[in-house]
């Protein structure tokens, strides 16, 4: 198993620029998640997928969409970049809400 | 919201010693969970708790979920220096509109020295 997967690993995007971060899972999670960890922040809460066709806002969801078309992807979009959504982002995924999540490597933004 | 103390902040020891680190809550949790992040790198999954009580062991690593559910500890035996890293607490809600919130320790820094 492959676990969590995301693409890319580094990106750098201008301001006003649009892009999909990738997320992939190969262990049948119903569960999937979008993180953001930030200095001094910690790791919050953007998107997440209880399932399929199922998607709900977290801590932070301003800015990003989600869709969950798979049980195996959960692509996160941002539609206008700006220079504070620099960050690392991190997918997870869990077989259950209450279960714990499994991280992917993340994938580090620089918007300028 | 609910927030999750952990302690030390970091800690600096010698090869082959024990570790202990801890956390708290001012409510209580469903889950706790214990994560290590190397350096540019995802956090790892290394102990999930779901009982109050519960005693779990990963090779050298023992933590345990408290009986008050507010509190969980990370013991690491023998330490050895790929121990190094970043070791987060975490814990998931399972009230009402906190259903399935994860909530992240502040970390511990784990350095060791040969």
């Known amino acids: 198993n492959a676990g969590v997967t995301q693409t890319p690993k580094f990106q750098v995007l201008k301001t006003g620029q649009s892009m999909t971060l990738q997320c992939a899972q190969d262990?049948?999670?119903?569960?999937m998640s979008w993180y953001r960890q930030d200095p001094g922040m910690g790791l919050r809460l953007i998107h997440y997928s209880v399932g399929a066709g199922i998607t709900d806002q977290g801590e932070v969801p301003n800015g990003y969409n989600v869709s969950r078309s798979t049980t195996e992807d959960f692509p996160l979009r941002l539609l206008s970049a700006a220079p504070s959504q620099t960050s690392v982002y991190f997918c997870?995924?869990?077989?259950?809400?209450?279960?714990?999540?499994?991280f992917g490597p993340g994938t580090r933004l620089t918007v300028t | 919201g609910q927030q999750l103390n952990q302690s030390p902040q970091s800690m600096f020891i010698q090869e082959g010693e024990d570790v202990s680190m801890n956390c708290t809550s001012s409510?209580?949790?469903?889950?706790w969970l214990w994560y290590k992040q190397d350096p540019g790198e995802g956090p790892v999954l290394l102990i999930a708790?779901?009982?109050?009580?519960e005693l779990t062991s990963n090779g050298r690593l023992t933590a345990q979920f408290g009986i008050t559910r507010k509190d969980s500890f990370l013991n690491i035996s023998a330490s050895i220096p790929s121990d190094v890293g970043i070791y987060f607490c975490?814990?998931?809600?399972?009230?009402?509109?906190?259903?399935?919130?994860?909530?992240f320790g502040q970390g511990t820094i784990l350095t060791v020295h040969p």
């Open positions: 262990m049948n999670h119903e569960y």
């Open positions: 975490a814990g998931l809600e399972a009230g009402g509109t906190s259903y399935g919130k994860l909530t």
């Open positions: 708790l779901y009982k109050a009580g």
């Open positions: 409510s209580i949790f469903n889950t």
């Open positions: 997870a995924s869990s077989y259950s809400r209450l279960a714990g999540q499994y």
